[in-house]
């Protein structure tokens, strides 16, 4: 059975940081692309970041560009999400899902994944 577990979401305030997880299971781990996505109340999903877990190589929306930071550990078939100076509309459920390999030419459409979490709250005061 595939399965996707974020966590780390939380509460926190403007220009702090968190630090996801997304422990994935039931898949051969170096055959996929993983991604973050998240979405905030009223507004479509949006792709955050995406790495693949071949090669290493790393995307990310130009919203998170410089702030934000995504890494794997394929020993512990784990990707995190490095989430530094958080703003308010960083505030969304954040939810890992996977690809398999190659990755799309859009990464980050939400459609081109194959298996998803259920997803972690983020929310950043101001």
């Known amino acids: 059975e595939v399965q996707l577990v974020e966590s780390g979401g939380g509460l926190v305030q403007a220009g702090g940081s968190l630090r996801l997880s997304c422990a994935a299971s039931?898949?051969?781990?170096?055959?996929?692309?993983i991604g973050w996505f998240r979405q905030a109340p009223g507004k479509e999903r949006e792709g955050v970041s995406c790495?693949?877990?071949?090669?290493?190589?790393?995307h990310y929306a130009d919203s998170v560009k410089g702030r934000f930071t995504i890494s794997s550990d394929n020993a512990k078939n784990t990707v995190y999400l490095q989430m530094n100076s958080l703003k308010p509309e960083d505030t969304a459920v954040y939810y890992c899902?996977?690809?398999?390999?190659?990755?799309?030419?859009?990464?980050?459409?939400?459609?081109?994944?194959?298996?998803w979490g259920q997803g972690t709250q983020v929310t950043v005061s101001s």
């Open positions: 899902a996977a690809v398999l390999l190659p990755l799309p030419n859009l990464w980050e459409d939400a459609y081109e994944f194959d298996y």
């Open positions: 039931g898949f051969t781990f170096d055959d996929y692309a």
């Open positions: 790495i693949s877990s071949s090669d290493g190589s790393t």
